[in-house]
Structure formats: C-alpha cells, structure tokens
C-alpha cells in the first residue's frame, strides 16, 4: 500500500492550490479517503480536513475548511484531489491523504507534500 501526494507548494494569501494523491496496494475504489494536515505547530497534531465516500458521493470537511476546500477522486486514476481556494496563513501544513479504515492504516503514511501561505 502507498499514498504519493503532490501539488503543494507557496502561495499568496487568498491564492488556490490542486493537491493530489495516488494510491496503489489495495482496492482504491472501495474505500472512502480523508485528507489529513500536519501544522508546523509540532502539538497541533494531525489533523483531518476532508473526507469523500468511495463513490465519491459524500463528502464532510473540517469547519475552518468549509466552502474554501473540496475533495473529488477518480477512481479509474486511484487518485484522490484536494482544491484549495482562498488559502490563508493557517493552512501552512504538510497535507496527506489515507484511506483510514485500511487494516494498518497508520503503516502507510505517505511522505506529504508540504503548502505554505505567505506574503
């Protein structure tokens, strides 16, 4: 099993980013995904941001997210995204994605792709 996350990146306040994540391992169109942010403050811990269903048909956000992020897969990709619209300060984080409910989850978190909101 291996989550690979790409697309972060500095942006400006307000600015936009696509983060991306493709999966292999495992059957990746039976499984609901979450998007998870790792905050440079170490006690923050990590947190999850977004979730959609396996179809795709659901989706849930965090409440500082809400209305600025979505979540979306395509499933002939195995590939989960996470658009990013109007990125403040406190969005600088490492991102990750994982499919939680995978037996040994934790085993396989991925390497991240780290988003910084600067001016």
């Known amino acids: 099993v291996q989550f690979v996350e790409s697309g972060g990146g500095l942006v400006q306040p307000g600015g936009s980013l696509r983060l991306s994540c493709t999966a292999s391992?495992?059957?990746?169109?039976?499984?609901?995904m979450r998007w998870y942010r790792q905050p440079p403050e170490k006690e923050r811990g990590r947190e999850w941001v977004?979730?959609?269903?396996?179809?795709?048909?659901?989706?849930n956000y965090e409440d500082s997210v809400k209305g600025r992020f979505t979540i979306s897969r395509d499933n002939a990709k195995n590939t989960v995204y996470l658009q990013m619209n109007n990125l403040q300060p406190e969005d600088t984080a490492m991102y990750y994605c994982?499919?939680?409910?995978?037996?040994?989850?934790?085993?396989?978190w991925g390497q991240g792709t780290q988003v910084t909101v600067s001016s």
């Open positions: 994982l499919s939680p409910w995978l037996t040994n989850a934790n085993d396989y």
């Open positions: 391992g495992f059957a990746f169109s039976n499984y609901a």
């Open positions: 977004a979730y959609i269903t396996d179809t795709g048909g659901i989706t």
